[in-house]
């Protein structure tokens, strides 16, 4: 345990935890590796189950379809080709013969059971195809409805063949059963010895670690706890001893306390001393209490004065945090008719956009007017051509082709004023725009600069206002000043009085000091 001491606590502290966790770590890879073990037996086991289920369904079925062509070549002795029951035995066949392929295709996609010989696999599957294929030949000779070619297929041989391959699959399959559940059994017992082993090492462990901790934590905080004791009670002649070195926690902790020991001894030393000195001192304080009277009936006469001076300072700065105030006002109602002119101006600025857009728009419908008629004119040119050709037959048409085309003409005319006037329009809205953003431009630099004043004048009211407080504030700090002036003359009669009870209490003091041992 010796040894143990001279390490710190904390690396005590933390090897052991570090070694509670490795153990932990060694014990839980244990467990996987079991588990681990255990669960590849159940997925064999499984296996293994599925799979001679599979197998099971399998023979019983192929031996049921075998049944079916006997009764098959039976029943077209018996009723002849048109029976019924040679109809539904092909179709029961067929249906449980393809079933089994179904199961023997379920059964190759399952995992292969570990153990199991490839070449009894193989022969398994090959005497599986080929007694399927001669149950299915026999189907096919039933649908043609002759017994003598029913008889002639003999099914026997591959039967036989297929149990030899199936027994000797079972046989194999049982001994792998066998060592799983052997296997499993073994883990079992591995499992539980290794468990009861670790309660027992867990036991032992920790009590070694609960006796580690007695010696290093336990007995030294015991004995801190005396040490402190028999400072308690005033006892300060016992010497601070430890086996633990200085750079550990314990260690550091008996040190610590040498010292506060130490301390206390050499505070008590100048406590006795202080009390010799504060009794020379009572005479100095007694003296310079008579001065302090004296200058205290002088500084309350001063503090008349500077009451009155600061009483008429505090009217003004009132009457200037007034006049702040109402100057404020007035800013703030010329910044909320500043903001009522600016949001008319970018109202009207928003209309003449909206109408140099619509002015736009009746321009191109102007241009698609023009084209109209531009159109209409050719197509009445090409009529009065035509109506000429007619000759007589086509002269009411050239007449009317004539009115169109004096009409597309107008049309043409009257739309190219207009495009001209709309010209005009769009130039003086333009114009107008442009205005517009100059005076919306200068409202927002009237505003900004009527937002900086009403700033700049919130920032003196304020100011004013700090400045009226402080005042307030100055004037009763020094009526308070004057009730402290006041007070002191009082209370330098009380400290001669005062003088004499320290005096008595250091006395007391002295005695105090005088029941702790110091050597």
């Not at 009763?476 to 209490?505: G, R, Y």
């Amino acid at each position: 345990m010796s040894v143990i001491r001279k390490f710190k606590l904390s690396k005590v502290l933390l090897t052991s935890g570090i070694f509670i966790i490795v153990i932990q770590l060694c014990v839980g890879l244990v467990f996987l590796n079991y588990l681990k073990s255990d669960r590849d037996n159940f997925r064999n086991a499984d296996v293994v189950s599925k799979k001679v289920r599979l197998l099971s369904d399998i023979w019983t079925q192929l031996n049921e379809v075998r049944a079916d062509t006997n009764r098959i070549a039976l029943w077209l002795i018996k009723d002849g080709p048109g029976s019924e029951k040679v109809n539904y035995f092909i179709a029961h066949g067929e249906k449980i013969l393809s079933q089994s392929r179904k199961d023997f295709s379920s059964y190759q996609q399952l995992a292969d059971i570990r153990g199991v010989p490839e070449d009894i696999q193989k022969s398994l599957q090959k005497s599986f195809q080929a007694y399927s294929a001669i149950l299915q030949q026999s189907l096919n000779n039933g649908y043609k409805k002759d017994a003598n070619l029913m008889f002639s297929i003999n099914a026997g041989p591959y039967k036989d063949k297929m149990q030899s391959d199936y027994d000797a699959w079972r046989s194999r399959v049982a001994d792998i059963s066998i060592h799983i559940s052997e296997k499993s059994s073994e883990t079992y017992s591995k499992v539980t010895v290794f468990f009861y082993g670790m309660i027992i090492f867990n036991l032992i462990f920790m009590f070694g670690l609960i006796r580690v901790f007695k010696n290093v934590l336990i007995q030294p905080l015991s004995q801190v706890y005396a040490q402190l004791e028999r400072i308690q009670s005033g006892d300060l002649t016992s010497e601070v001893k430890t086996e633990f070195p200085r750079k550990t926690e314990i260690g550091g902790l008996f040190f610590k306390l040498s010292e506060m020991q130490s301390g206390l001894i050499r505070v008590i030393s100048e406590i006795k001393e202080g009390s010799l000195n504060i009794v020379k001192g009572i005479s100095e304080v007694s003296s310079g209490n008579n001065e302090l009277s004296a200058r205290t009936e002088q500084q309350a006469a001063s503090i008349v004065q500077t009451a009155s001076s600061m009483e008429e300072m505090t009217v003004a700065v009132k009457n200037n945090a007034q006049n702040s105030a109402d100057v404020s006002e007035l800013i703030n109602d010329t910044r909320t008719k500043s903001e009522q002119g600016k949001s008319v101006v970018l109202s009207l600025s928003d209309r003449l956009k909206t109408m140099q857009e619509k002015s736009s728009k009746i321009n191109d419908i102007t241009g698609i007017i023009e084209s109209i008629a531009f159109q209409t004119n050719i197509l009445a040119l090409n009529a009065a051509v035509e109506a000429a050709r007619a000759g007589e037959h086509g002269k009411g048409f050239a007449v009317v082709a004539g009115e169109v085309r004096n009409l597309a003409q107008k049309s043409s005319s009257s739309a190219k004023e207009i495009s001209d006037l709309i010209s005009d329009s769009v130039t003086e809205i333009e114009e107008g725009a442009k205005l517009s953003d100059v005076a919306q431009d200068s409202i927002s630099g009237v505003y900004d600069a009527i937002l900086e004043i009403h700033d700049v004048m919130h920032n003196i009211r304020t100011a004013t206002d700090e400045q009226s407080k402080g005042l307030e504030q100055i004037n009763i700090a020094i009526s308070e000043l004057d009730t402290v002036t006041q007070k002191n003359s009082a209370l330098a009669e009380e400290t001669s009085s005062a003088v004499m009870l320290v005096e008595s209490e250091t006395v007391n003091l002295n005695r105090v000091v005088d029941s702790f041992k110091t050597g």
